[in-house]
């Protein structure tokens, strides 16, 4: 625990410095917002956090960075500057599975009840309902059939997505955290709203009625690419291969299913491109990794 007071102790010590950066801290990690590269660079060594994969136990810090440094794109050394976004991404990416898998525990746990006592109650049968909304799961079912259906279908859909496809496809789309849109919007996967005022307006194709979607943090943006994966019927291949992998007691490596991405983008060749980041920059590596165990201040 005394690496966890640390933290603060850090976080206040960077906040007396350079036109303190905001950050916020509870148990589920450290929040940090509009810092620079080089202040971000320094958290990551303070933490021992200087490198993207290999970490002891596969084990990475809570460490959640809000927004791209505005000064990202300065980098001029593209290795570093990759390792940097891939750092900031991955445990981003690691807790938006930890909050999938939650979920699916409740699915897990209704389908075990309904097998014990045959029936569901009136609070099962609405957080059904929302979920199935939620991953947009239907059925004409009606009654209890009806929620069996919606549990089969959610099952399939409510589940985690490799951290090496996330991180991958930002990379692709972003340029590497680059781009305008990720910087603005903090858009990571170039996600876009029609026939609205609101959203950051494209550089070209301003005709077309779209705009890229703009999202509180990367995280958000995060969080609601996996919501697409999970429910949109473009990756439907996606999530049979998974399937096959939970079937087998597999663990859910990239790899093996980033084939199933392919309807992802209309970039050439889009699932050959995924495939070679995630094999240049070994990213299977993080496909067995975790976030450390959440802060427990009360034991101090």
């Known amino acids: 625990m005394f690496r966890k ?9 960077f906040s007396v410095q350079a036109q303190t950066p905001k950050y916020f801290v509870d148990k589920t990690g450290v929040y940090l917002a509009d810092y ?24 990475y810090p809570r460490i959640f960075v809000k927004n791209i440094p505005s000064d990202f794109a300065l980098i001029e050394d593209q290795t570093k500057r990759n390792r940097i976004f891939m750092q900031i991404l991955i445990p981003l990416a ?11 525990e ?15 109650d009136e609070a099962d049968i609405y957080y059904i309902e929302e979920l199935a909304k939620k991953y947009d799961e239907t059925t004409p ?15 399939k859909k409510v589940d985690a997505i490799p951290p090496s496809i996330l991180v991958a496809a930002a990379a692709i789309r972003t340029n590497w955290g680059t781009s305008r849109i990720a910087i603005k919007a903090n858009n990571l996967y170039k996600m876009r709203v029609w026939f609205t005022q609101e959203g950051l307006e494209p550089v070209e194709d301003k005709e077309d009625g779209y705009k890229y979607k703009v999202y509180p943090s990367l995280e958000a943006s995060i969080r609601d690419y996996a919501l697409k994966i999970n429910s949109n019927v473009n990756y439907g291949s996606f999530r049979d291969k998974r399937a096959i992998s939970r079937h087998r007691g597999s663990l859910l490596f990239g790899k093996r299913m980033d084939w199933g991405m392919v309807l992802d983008s209309n970039l050439q060749n889009y699932g050959g491109l995924l495939d070679y980041t995630l094999t240049y920059y070994k990213l299977y590596h993080i496909d067995m990794a975790k976030l450390e165990e959440e802060y427990n201040f009360e034991e101090e």
């Open 36 to 59: 620079n590269t080089q202040e971000l660079t320094k958290m990551f060594e303070e933490l021992y956090y200087d490198q993207y994969i290999n970490l002891p136990d596969e084990e």
């Open 5 to 13: 007071i640390y933290i603060i102790l850090m976080l206040l010590s």
């Open 106 to 120: 409740i699915v897990e746990a209704l389908e075990y009840d309904f097998e014990t006592n045959k029936d569901f």
């Open 94 to 104: 690691l807790k938006i599975n930890e909050e999938i898998l939650e979920e699916r």
């Open 141 to 155: 079912f009606k009654d209890t059939r009806r929620y069996m259906k919606l549990l089969s279908g959610l099952k």
